[in-house]
């Protein structure tokens, strides 16, 4: 294959305004449907590792929709930036650890990345390990940034092509669990981390309804830790400069079956999941449930978050209302940017829409209340 026509001139990342596109046939969304001048970046969900040889990989049925993913999202806004995301949730994370725990692993993985990446016409390459669980992860998820910004680099010098953006889907926290991420490489060798602070709570490890992607604590006393604003903290107490910062959202709630549907608030008791097997239901599908079974919708503004019910059916999710308090929120932080997982989950690209207007109407602000809208 030869490399697809790029623009001479890179726009360089001032904000970012992104979402990741996921080719799974129950959450694919035509790219022709994306509102791509909605965006700044767009992450085109997942390559995949060989296990084998650890290069990285596309599925036969995917290599159609990843080579044209570029072009088809610029038909409508020419320079948005595109980059191959590799991992996923359901990526083998056993395969990960392998892959990073040996130099020749590394290189394979790398060159095959940079490969790609230009064969298909990516402006860059987004890492989504999910997530490094050991100290001995951290130190090789370290070595694997550094010497893929130095392949990069390599490869940028010796082609004369501008250099691909390098990006990394992360915990919400520095801290996953008792181990920390390398903060200071990460911050020397990506050009933006994207901060997963979504996921919170859900059926498959809570056992009470809870708010999936708080941005502040439930309780207001910051008790809990699961919110989106402690973890942030906390990257940038560990040095993480906001600028390389984006603040990730989600377009998928979780549902639960309420053991008692009299108590119906956060901290509710549970019998599983509800509506899927895992309780996982996007956006679009959330809008639809609300209106068939005329749920009881609530807003939050102390989590930032909204929850509905009906019936025993319990669901935490996000609508215009905190997407934009959210948005409002990175911005007053002076944050690179933020972006949702994922495209396929929105209606009509109706949240993408609010928070980009969002952000370019917002004021930086120092108030708690600008933020919540209270």
Known sequence: MTDHIRPTILRASTIVKASYWLAEP?????????DSTLFTHLFCAYADIDSSTYTVVVSTANKCKFSNFTESVQEKNKEVQTLLSIGGEK??????????????????FIDSSIDLARNYGFYGLDLAWQYPSNS?????????????????KVESDSTNKLPLLLTAAVYYSPHYYSENYPVQIIADNVDFVNIMAYDFYGPGWSAVTGPPAALFDPSNADTTNLNGDFGLGKWLEAKLPAKKVVLGFPY?????????????????ATDGAAISPDGSITYDKIRDYIVDNGAATYYDPVVIGHYCYVGNTWIG??????IVA??????????????????GGDYN?????????????AEVTTAHEDVTGE
């Not at 999710?317 to 905190?322: A, H, K, R, V």
């Not at 959210?326 to 495209?343: E, I, M, Q």
């Open 252 to 268: 998928r709630g979780w549902a639960w079956t309420l053991e008692d549907n009299k108590i119906n608030g956060y901290g509710a």
């Open 26 to 34: 129950e959450n694919e969304l035509p790219l022709k449907l994306i």
């Open 91 to 108: 990526a083998d994370k056993t395969v990960f650890a392998s892959m990073a725990s040996k130099a020749e692993n590394r290189k394979a």
């Open 136 to 152: 001995v992860e951290m130190t090789h998820f370290g070595k694997l940034l550094k010497e893929w910004r130095a392949a990069i």
């Open 317 to 322: 999710y996000d609508d215009n209302q905190s």
């Open 326 to 343: 959210k948005v409002r929120y990175a911005k007053k932080k002076d944050l690179l940017g933020y972006y949702s997982w994922h495209v």
């Open 349 to 361: 690209c109706g949240l993408s829409r609010a928070a980009s207007i969002a952000w370019d109407t």
